[in-house]
């Protein structure tokens, strides 16, 4: 059993996504970010950095519970744990899939995060960081429609961990002002792993506990402001 400590975001819905298509047994611990959760010693013992998710296998290596957070790493190590599925073992094609892991962790991830932000979370508007954001996300999707034009997948021809790691950034593309239409590739591509039971079932976990309507100033003041860097 893998308990998976994690909330209904995008890095969330990585891990929640991987564990479904590798039909793994787990149990969701909910850390609800907006409360705090992520900085309770409990959370903090499994993850330092008190960012959503992070895992504990109770069957790890040597049949020792083994805890690991960043969403790239718990990836490669599901991957590995089910004698290497969803990463391709042909060496080209293992760097290819790791290469676009990678990117979505160094790149999507941070850049669309940053517009999510700035657009709809920031106090105070500010022009510039808006505008700095909203072109580096159309940028990158132009970066995956040109990685889509050339293959099904970012991969190669299969699906992967790498589309596991960056579909739940280009889901929902309204939240960032962008229309798929305008790129093509991305939205054959988005189709098509959105409509696989796996990954509607990943996308499903915690439904019940997304977020409504604008963050209040208590979830801000967690999230955003001065309390995440108290001791505790």
């Known amino acids: 059993m893998i308990e998976v400590w ?3 975001t995008p890095n969330g819905h990585k891990v ?9 047994p787990y149990k969701v611990v909910p850390v609800n970010i907006g ?70 962790a160094g ?17 105070e508007r500010l022009p510039y960081a808006v505008e700095r954001y909203a072109s580096e996300v159309k940028r990158l999707h132009r970066v995956l429609n ?14 992967s961990m790498a589309d596991i790691m960056t579909f739940p950034w280009i889901r929902n593309p309204e939240r960032r002002n962008i229309d798929l239409r305008d790129y093509p590739n991305v939205k054959r591509w988005h189709d098509a792993i959105a409509a696989r039971p796996g990954v509607r079932r990943g996308v499903a976990v915690m439904d019940d506990k997304k977020r409504t309507g604008p963050l ?3 979830e801000r003041d967690v999230m955003f402001g001065h309390t995440q860097f108290a001791p505790r």
Request: proline content about 7%.
């Open 16 to 24: 929640h996504i991987a564990l479904e298509e590798l039909e793994l």
């Open 35 to 104: 409360k705090g959760d992520q900085f309770k010693a409990e959370f903090l013992a499994i993850n330092p950095n008190h960012r959503i998710p992070a895992i504990v296998d109770l069957d790890g290596p040597g049949g020792r519970p083994l805890k690991l957070f960043e969403s790239g790493a718990i990836l490669i190590y599901l991957s590995e744990k089910t004698g290497g599925r969803l990463i391709p073992a042909d060496p080209e094609g293992r760097y290819t899939c790791l290469q676009w892991m990678m990117f979505q």
């Open 146 to 159: 040109k990685r889509l034009a050339e293959a099904e997948y970012l991969a190669g021809a299969a699906f």
């Open 216 to 218: 209040s100033d208590a």
């Open 6 to 8: 994690s909330w209904p």
């Open 107 to 123: 790149g999507v991830g941070p850049m669309f995060g940053q517009y999510n932000h700035f657009a709809n979370y920031a106090v």
